[in-house]
C-alpha cells in the first residue's frame, strides 16, 4: 500500500492549516489517493477557563458554537481540496487536537498525516507547536509537516529531489525504505545524507584529529551501506556526508541540493543515535522551509523499538 493512498490532514481555519490542506490535496491528486479532512473541536479549554473564574456555565452552547466553526472550516477546506481535483471525506470530532488526530487516523487505516506546523491560538488550540509535536511523538504512521508561510508549492509534482537523514538506527531504515517504496516519479533524485558530527568530539590536537577521522569514516560506511541497501532500485541514490550540529547541517545540504523533500526517522539509537534523538527531528520541522517526513520505526507489541530485524536487509527484497 502506498503511503499516499489514504491521507488525513487537519484544519483549525487557519492560513497555515490551509496550506497543509492544499498540499495533502495535491499528493492525494498525483497519488489517486483518498482525502480525509479532519477538525477537532476541544470545549473542555474555554469551559474549563470559566469555571476557574467562577462562572456557572452551561457548555451546550459553546460546544454548538464550536462545532458550526468546525463545520465552516471544514466546508472551507472541502472547497480547496475541490479545486485540486480531489472529492474529500470530512470529519468533525470532538476531543484535543492531538489524540484526536491519532485516534481518527488509527481507526480510519489512514498511512500519512499531514500537519501544519503553526496555526491559530485562543479557543482554537489546534496546530500550534505542541500540537504538531505531540502527533510527530504519538503517531505510528508517518507524519508530513509544512512549515507555513515558508512553503513555496513548484510546477510539476510534489516531490522528485528528496534528501534522506542516514544514521545507523531502525528508525532512519524504516525512512529510507519508505523513500524506495515511492514511486519512480517522486524520488528522481534521493540523496542519502549522513552527519558527521565533528564538532562534538573534544581533546587534544592528536586525539581530536584521528577522532575526527575514525567518525568520518563510521558516517561513511553507515552512508553507502544505506545506499547498497537500496539495491538496484536506488539507481538515482547518492550518497553525502557532511559536518555540523545534525539539524543545522541537514538544512543546509537540502538547500544546495534544492530538495522538495526531507526524510527522517524518528527517536534513532545505537550507534550514531545522537543524530536523531527527537530534538533533531523537531527542529529540523521548525527550521526547514520544505517539506519533512518523520518516519516511525518498527515497534513491538509494548509500543518499544524493536531490537532485531533490522529493515536495511529487507528494503530490497
Not at 481555519?13 to 479532512?37: K, P, Q, T, Y
Not at 485516534?103 to 480510519?108: F, H
Not at 524506495?180 to 534521493?190: K, L, S
Not at 519533512?292 to 531490537?307: A, C, M, S, Y
Amino acid at each position: 500500500m502506498s503511503i499516499f493512498s489514504h491521507i488525513l490532514v487537519g484544519t483549525d481555519g487557519s492560513e497555515a492549516a490551509d496550506e497543509a490542506v492544499d498540499f495533502a490535496a495535491r499528493l492525494a491528486h498525483e497519488h489517486d489517493g483518498e482525502l480525509i479532512l479532519c477538525h477537532a473541536v476541544n470545549w473542555l479549554p474555554p469551559v474549563a477557563s470559566a469555571v476557574d473564574a467562577g462562572a456557572m456555565i452551561d457548555p451546550a452552547p459553546i460546544l454548538a458554537e464550536l462545532r458550526a466553526a468546525g463545520e465552516a472550516y471544514i466546508d472551507r477546506a472541502a472547497r480547496r481540496a475541490k479545486a485540486a481535483g480531489v472529492a474529500p471525506q470530512h470529519r468533525v470530532v470532538e476531543g484535543a487536537a492531538a489524540p484526536s488526530i491519532l485516534d481518527l487516523a488509527r481507526d480510519e487505516g489512514c498511512t500519512l498525516i499531514v500537519m501544519a506546523t503553526h496555526g491559530r491560538a485562543g479557543l482554537e488550540l489546534f496546530f500550534v507547536g505542541s500540537t504538531t509535536e505531540a502527533v510527530l511523538r504519538g503517531s505510528t504512521i508517518p507524519v508530513l509537516t509544512i512549515r507555513a508561510g515558508k512553503h513555496t508549492a513548484r510546477p510539476g509534482r510534489c516531490f522528485e529531489r528528496i534528501i534522506v537523514g542516514i544514521d545507523d538506527s531502525e528508525p532512519s531504515d524504516a525512512a529510507l525504505a519508505t523513500v524506495v517504496d515511492f514511486p519512480a516519479e517522486d524520488r528522481r533524485h534521493v540523496l542519502l545524507c549522513g552527519v558527521a558530527g565533528s564538532a562534538f568530539v573534544v581533546g587534544g590536537h592528536d586525539y581530536r584529529q584521528a577522532a575526527i577521522d575514525e567518525l568520518h569514516e563510521e558516517t561513511e560506511r553507515v552512508v553507502e551501506t544505506a545506499l547498497a541497501a537500496a539495491g538496484e532500485r536506488g539507481r538515482s541514490f547518492e550518497v553525502r556526508v557532511v559536518d555540523g550540529r545534525t539539524a543545522p547541517a541537514l538544512l543546509a545540504a537540502a538547500e544546495q541540493e534544492q530538495a522538495d523533500l526531507m526524510v527522517l526517522g524518528s527517536h534513532g539509537r545505537r550507534g550514531l543515535r545522537r543524530l536523531f534523538l527527537g530534538s533533531v527531528a523537531e527542529n529540523v520541522v521548525q527550521s526547514a522551509s520544505i517539506p519533512v517526513l518523520v518516519v516511525r520505526g518498527p515497534q513491538n507489541k509494548n509500543g518499544n523499538f524493536t531490537d532485531s530485524s533490522r529493515r536495511l536487509a529487507t528494503i530490497s527484497a
